[in-house]
């Protein structure tokens, strides 16, 4: 495995908007930050032109200048409070050799999923230098952002990876991933290990390439049965955390994890050695906070998400009604600048719909950033009482 350069934060431009970084911390913001999971994708007709440009989605995804451009795009739009490098989840594993290719209206598949042992056996954390087209990407996505926000570098979690890699592709009932898991669980541990290793090093690359916080996407954990998640998804999440950079060149680093469905294993969660945790829309974010979010000057987790991303699809001013409820179901936000407290970045409960309407965004990022003033005030003045 080749050793990639780092990138010394000297070299980039000084952050203007550290709100979503600071939230991360649980430290106390003006306003709720907010950015969108896909932010950079279909539903924007400007990303629908470079990609034709591009010839095809990995031809958008392994061209710097390309993947640049669409990371960018969703910032011309709106004033949101981070960037997310637009890749995909699965670079990984087509770095492993399983031939990555996107049918257009079929989604992702691989020209060599794993079917049998000596597949498994063949499998390797693959060589960085594989991947240098992303990490070329965060590099000049930095560069190109201008200390405008900051920058969120991701990877699939490993037993996420692992669906797609026994599936060969997206799957409704996840048979073949199932069936291996519970006929030949050392086989599901070994791959589950490779991927662990794999997206650790992964993450800490991009870091090195400027990445200022991280996300793993666990987006099917919420497939498996309690106490199968706990040991094929839970324990290889932990598994990365414990492998990731805590900082890069002094400046810290956060930590995000999401899981789709993860709503029931919350409690267990929260002993991830993680900054914040991503929440669906199937989780009430105040009791979410209650649980995990961790009381003033004490321990917890910052909060991300949930709103439901159909609710995109309503008219702007009941879009602005939902955003304005889940801010008020989290609560007043923590104002006190002295010490940490719950905080709450808003986001989807999952990823953008490709048939949003723009300006139906734009209704969502100014509501939120409106309400949430108007909640710090209220809080301010209670808290001088």
């Not at 199932?178 to 870091?207: C, E, F, G, W």
């Not at 498996?224 to 706990?230: H, I, M, W």
């Not at 321990?299 to 889940?326: H, S, T, Y």
């Not at 989807?348 to 949003?356: E, S, V």
Request: charged share 20%; aromatic share 8%.
């Amino acid at each position: 495995m080749q050793p990639m350069t780092a990138s010394s934060p000297a070299a980039f431009a000084p952050l203007r908007n550290d709100t979503f970084l600071r939230a991360c911390w649980r430290q106390a913001t003006d306003h709720t930050p907010l950015w969108l999971m896909r932010q950079a994708g279909r539903y924007l007709p400007e990303y629908r032109a470079t990609r034709e440009r591009a010839g095809s989605f990995m031809g958008l995804a392994t061209n710097t200048d390309y993947a640049t451009e669409v990371t960018l795009q969703p910032l011309e739009r709106y004033p949101l409070d981070a960037a997310i490098l637009f890749s995909d989840i699965l670079t990984v594993p087509d770095a492993m050799g399983l031939g990555l290719s996107f049918v257009q209206g079929e989604g992702p598949q691989f020209a060599h999923p794993i079917r049998d042992e000596a597949d498994v056996a063949r499998l390797a954390v693959p060589d960085l230098d594989k991947l240098r087209y992303v990490f070329d990407a965060v590099t000049a996505i930095r560069h190109a952002l201008a200390g405008r926000v900051p920058l969120i570098g991701f990877s699939g979690s490993p037993w996420t990876l692992a669906c797609y890699m026994v599936e060969g592709a997206g799957s409704s009932d996840y048979r073949r991933v199932k069936t291996l898991l519970y006929s030949r669980p050392d086989l599901m541990h070994r791959i589950l290990a490779i991927n662990a290793d794999a997206v650790a090093a992964y993450l800490n690359a991009q870091i090195d390439a400027g990445a200022q916080a991280v996300m793993i996407f666990d987006s099917w954990g919420g497939v498996l049965a309690d106490g199968v998640f706990q040991n094929y998804s839970l324990s290889y999440t932990a598994r990365v955390l414990a492998q990731l950079k805590r900082e890069h060149a002094g400046v810290r680093i956060p930590r995000i994890v999401f899981t789709k469905g993860g709503g029931l294993w919350l409690d267990e969660m929260a002993a991830l050695d993680c900054e914040v945790l991503g929440l669906d829309w199937t989780v009430n974010l105040g009791a979410a906070r209650a649980r995990v979010g961790g009381a003033p000057g004490e321990p917890g987790k910052a909060l991300q998400g949930n709103l439901d991303p159909n609710v995109l699809f309503a008219p702007p001013a009941r879009i602005e009604a939902e955003a304005v409820k889940l801010l008020d179901s989290f609560g007043l936000p923590h104002v006190d600048p002295q010490r940490t407290g719950p905080t709450h970045i808003f986001n989807l409960g999952h990823g953008i719909n490709q048939f949003t309407p723009p300006e139906h965004v734009h209704a969502l990022v100014e509501a939120v950033h409106r309400h949430s003033r108007l909640q710090r005030q209220l809080a301010r003045a209670r808290l001088a009482d």
